[in-house]
């Protein structure tokens, strides 16, 4: 059984769909970051970085595993599904589960910080995570044009990309006119796990699609409370 300490974010859904998609049995732990429990001690003992997810193997010694991209490559591994056995299926993978951890999610996330939370809207920075966003779902849409999914098969990398590029809305970034990518959008969002994956530990999906709501005001609140700390 593994534990999954989580909350409802892009990188939280990266964990939950993989373990759906594998069908490994796990027990949610939800970690309510806007009430700031990722900096409580007994969690900082699973990561010490004060961040979601994490993960206790508890069929390996309760083995800990944080950093959402290296719970991918765990599971993965654990499995021995969702990435190739081979050394260049296996890079090809990898580098593009990287091209995820190092662009698209920090750029996107920056995105929300500046376009969505923040009280100062200074607009060259917005536009520049908004712009640096788009370039990148732009590789993405490139990478699409000839290919079903991001390294081959269906894998971590395809995973760890669509749970970001999914909420490319909420960081103020039209799509419209990167169809490669939209049909791959689409395909993931028909995966019965991806769905799955995606409610854990709650269905915040309201929150990225309707106009404008009271719950939408309070997530804005209480996110723009804790990255300002």
């Known amino acids: 059984m593994i534990d999954l300490y989580t909350a409802p974010t892009p990188n939280g859904w990266k964990a939950s769909v993989t373990l759906e998609e594998l069908e490994i049995p796990y027990e949610v732990r939800h970690i309510k970051i806007l009430e700031g429990e990722q900096h409580k ?5 699973i990561n010490p970085n004060g961040r979601i ?3 206790v193997d508890h069929d390996a010694d309760s083995f ?6 290296a719970i991918l490559l765990y ?5 021995g599904k969702l990435l190739p056995a081979n050394a260049k299926g296996s890079s090809l993978v990898i580098q593009w589960l990287m091209f995820q951890m190092g662009g698209v999610g920090p750029m996107m996330g920056q995105a929300n910080v500046f376009y969505r939370y923040s009280t100062d809207k200074i607009q060259s920075v917005i536009d520049r995570y908004q712009n640096e966003s788009k370039r990148l779902l732009t590789v993405l849409d490139n990478r699409l044009q000839d290919h079903e ?5 269906f894998s971590i990398a ?3 990309n669509w749970c970001w590029a ?3 809305a909420w960081s103020g970034v039209d799509v ?3 169809p490669n990518l939209q049909r791959w959008l689409d395909l993931l969002s028909d995966r019965p796990a991806c769905q799955r994956g995606v409610i854990v530990p709650e269905d915040v999906n309201e929150l990225l699609t309707s106009g404008g709501s009271e719950k939408r005001d309070q997530f804005i609140a209480g996110a723009r409370n804790m990255v300002t700390k």
């Open 176 to 178: 419209s006119d990167l």
């Open 158 to 160: 395809d995973i760890a």
């Open 53 to 55: 997810p994490a993960i």
């Open 75 to 79: 599971l993965a591994r654990k499995s």
């Open 41 to 45: 001690p007994e969690y900082l003992a």
């Open 64 to 69: 800990k595993v944080f950093e959402s991209g």
């Open 149 to 153: 999914f991001l390294a081959g098969d």
């Open 166 to 168: 999914r909420t490319h």
